[in-house]
């Protein structure tokens, strides 16, 4: 399996973030989530960068969730439980550092936003997409697995609640003209128009008052993340189930997998 890299390049007080693993549609490794907030350690100590973007590379895909095939290493039904928990701290902890940035952010969808990749997209302040981008957490037809109650919210905040469950109880996949017209995206930009796009778009960014919108974001962020409950037996609850194990082994076999309710 190729471990993939997420790159960081700074020019003009712009940095770009690309998730390159174009081969699995960026399907994020264990590194790439490390890389990832690194990354975001490195530009939160970086007072000349005035706006982050994140894209995929490859052009097919902005996320296309976590590698299903690295939850073959979790253990036996009661350890992927806390394999499970360990897992999903991981995933908030990274996701947190992208939100507490203290610059702008800008995801840029070219393709599927799918799982992990629907989490850093929406914890990033503005989103463009070209017309054929598709977001979803399709797990109840996948995985069997479960979100984070944090990540629950930071998707409940940009897309509404109606929206979350049909993403997430009835694994639908929502297109691009739905995510514009409910706000999800500022705008959506032909495959063609997309670099001018966001350049204009940074620009904008770039020219007004830093410390307004880094005390902005850290406050809307908090407001988010005010009095989240515990959330650590319904993750181990999931992770630690029949079912869990049948959607792994289900997904890597390529076939339908049959669920218990276990």
Known sequence: MSEGQVQLRIEGGIASVVFD?????????????????Q???????????????FRGAGGEAFVAGTDI????????SRDSGEDGVAYERQIDQCIQKLESLPMPSVAVVEGWAIGGGLAIATACDFRIA?????FGVPIAKTLGNCLSVANLARLSAVWGMPRVKRMLLLAEIISADEALACG?????????EVDADLARLCERLGALAPVTQSVTREGLRRIT??????????VRRCYGSADFREGVDAFVAKRSPAWKGA
């Open 130 to 134: 070209t017309p054929a981008s598709r």
């Open 69 to 76: 095939e690295q939850f073959k290493a979790f253990g036996s």
């Open 21 to 37: 693993r174009p081969q699995a549609r960026n399907a994020m490794t264990w590194a790439m989530y490390g890389q990832l907030g």
């Open 39 to 53: 990354i975001c350690d490195t530009l939160q100590a970086d007072a000349s960068v005035r706006v982050v973007t």
């Open 184 to 192: 999800f995206l500022l705008q959506l930009s032909e495959a063609g």
């Open 225 to 234: 993340a005010q009095g989240l409950p515990a959330d650590e037996d319904l």
